[in-house]
């Protein structure tokens, strides 16, 4: 696999409305430890479509993982122009600080937003450019947006070689876990 698509929950899905959440650091490593595989294995590119939640985080994980692995590339293809402008100052700071950082940037529409077309021409063309997705998605926590990611992935899956990897609360539950953990050994 060359290209992987990355997405999952929004950050307000989460209860997260700022990046200083004690939270996000899990759900990075957790991307990062489901990365550094696919990367040793031939992952080319990192693709999200860059709202504010899982799939920046995935960016920074794959911004981190470019230390290690130089080859690494990653990419935001949004569904319109712009579509930060209607965020907080701090969240459009951060947003266009990691598109500087990034290897490509697009949006599917150079308008701004006109309609939910644009969110389906922009996952046309993210399914076609990739050939697995991570995806950070806990259905038994709930119904949420990533869910229609998952039904497309699981009906690509079925139709054609196309691969599905999750990472659902557990997984990110036990790294909070063991670094919650490893600190109280350390402070004894």
Known sequence: MKNLLVTGYRAHEL???NNKHRGIPYIRQAITNRLIPLIEDGLEWVITPG??????WAIEAAIKLREHYPHLKCSIITAFSH?????????QHYYRELIR???YYGAVSKEKYIGSWQFIARDELLFRKTEGILLVYDEDAGEASPKYFKQRALKKQANEQ???YTIGSEEIQF??????SNSEVFYE
């Open 162 to 164: 196309y691969d599905v």
């Open 15 to 17: 209860g997260i409305y």
């Open 175 to 180: 790294l909070a876990d063991e670094a919650h």
């Open 51 to 56: 709202q504010y939640g899982v799939d920046l």
């Open 101 to 103: 950082q990034v290897d």
């Open 83 to 91: 579509q930060e402008e209607q965020w907080n100052e701090e969240k």
